[in-house]
């Protein structure tokens, strides 16, 4: 069961990591699979660093459907819906930071 609660978190990196492979970013693309790697030792200082990182990730989901948003705002195309798409992955790659509030997650890592 402790597995099960690491899928989330474990998708949205590996969502993370498509982004940035696609976007050139190669060592934020292999930071991300580095995560996911991560997520098999079980220490406090990992949960933490995953969670971190996943804050950070919605921001760039955030930061990014921002960008095309304005983009496509500026070439008359449509909108809404890619900020939807958008605007729900950066929610569930925030929500998947607390996963790590599970019980079964904090018993894994030792987290107070």
Do not use: D
Request: with cysteine; hydrophobic share 65%.
């Amino acid at each position: 069961m402790k597995l099960a609660w690491l899928a989330a978190p474990g998708l949205a990196l590996a969502l993370l990591a498509a982004h940035f492979y696609r976007a050139g970013a190669w060592p934020l693309m292999l930071g991300s699979v580095a995560l996911i790697a991560l997520l098999a030792w079980p220490r406090a200082w990992v949960a933490q660093l995953v969670q971190a990182c996943l804050v950070a990730g919605a921001i760039e989901w955030a930061w990014t459907g921002f960008n095309l948003v304005q983009q496509r705002i500026a070439l008359g195309q449509p909108w809404t819906r890619m900020a939807l798409i958008l605007g729900v992955v950066a929610l569930l790659t925030a929500a998947s930071a607390l996963a790590f509030r599970h019980h079964a997650l904090r018993s894994r890592f030792t987290l107070g």
